[in-house]
Nanobody
Framework: QVQLVESGGGLVQAGGSLRLSCVASGSTSGFNVMDWYRQAPGKQRELVASIASGGSTHYVDSVKGRFTISRDNSKNTVYLQMNSLKPEDTADYYC?????????WGQGTQVTVSS
């Protein structure tokens, strides 16, 4: 089993920055992929960024150049640095870990960007 705990959400003005963190505990050894998803009110959950245990990354087009995903394998932690935030980035942000075909989710952290 894997447990994920997100933190770092909050209220920020447009143009501001936030850094989300997600700490994984439990059976996390070996290859895995950690993702950040988000879900805005009334919308489907969407993938924001992914990072594999080897460090390769992927971003959705809407956040390229503004968000940076990183991970510290020694701390079992993935980060999402969010810069130049826009009101449309407002959503609940969820961390996901995929390992050997199993997906685990965190409880989410809320990000609100005011205009």
């Amino acid at each position: 089993q894997v447990q994920l705990v997100e933190s770092g959400g909050g209220l920020v003005q447009a143009g501001g920055s936030l850094r989300l963190s997600c700490v994984a505990s439990g059976s996390t050894s070996g290859f895995n992929v950690m993702d950040w998803y988000r879900q805005a009110p009334g919308k489907q959950r969407e993938l924001v960024a992914s990072i594999a245990s080897g460090g390769s990354t992927h971003y959705v087009d809407s956040v390229k150049g503004r968000f940076t995903i990183s991970r510290d394998n020694s701390k079992n932690t993935v980060y999402l640095q969010m810069n130049s935030l826009k009101p449309e980035d407002t959503a609940d942000y969820y961390c996901r870990l995929v390992r050997y075909g199993y997906a685990y989710w965190g409880q989410g952290t809320q990000v609100t960007v005011s205009s």
